[in-house]
């Protein structure tokens, strides 16, 4: 968790508009994402949440701990992702608050980005150059090779 949040701040950086939230590492055991949407939501009275859900995440989001209060309390954005049906992944009951995001479905998944470095392929356009540089720094996921800390490709 320490690893992930120190590359989401160092993705943001310069960013204004952008926040790391890190109410999920300071909680104790185990976090689920109805806890925090039930915090944020009590620090921010009235606000509008919007959670975005990739078409795979959400194919299995009867499973998740609380997905009822979820699908309440928030509008859900569904994301494209490569293989699967975003439309098909919506049942029916769910529509209104479902919200189909138009993109381009992204080849770039966290899955892909851990086993490049653990290649030492260049992961220039899998992740921001300072991501990469942290990666090798800390030997994530079996990183060592200089040239990913460059951004060069191999």
């Known amino acids: 968790g320490y690893h992930r949040a120190a590359m989401v701040a160092l993705a943001l950086s310069g960013r204004t508009d952008w926040g790391l939230e890190t109410a999920e590492l300071e909680r104790k055991g185990t976090s689920y994402t109805a806890d925090t949407v039930e915090l944020l939501m009590s620090r921010m009275p009235g606000a509008e949440v919007f959670l975005l859900l990739g078409a795979d995440s959400l194919a299995s989001f009867r499973r998740w701990k609380r997905y009822g209060f979820l699908l309440e309390a928030c509008r859900i954005v569904a994301v494209p992702r ?53 990666i090798v720094r800390e030997g994530l996921y079996g990183a060592a090779a200089p040239h990913i800390a460059r951004g060069r490709h191999s």
């Open 82 to 134: 490569p293989g699967v049906d975003l439309a098909a992944s919506v049942p029916s009951t769910w529509r209104d608050r479902v919200l189909l995001a138009s993109a381009r479905p992204s080849r770039v998944s966290s899955t892909m980005v851990r086993a490049r470095a653990a290649r030492g392929e260049s992961l220039t356009g899998w992740a921001p150059a300072s991501v990469a540089r942290y």
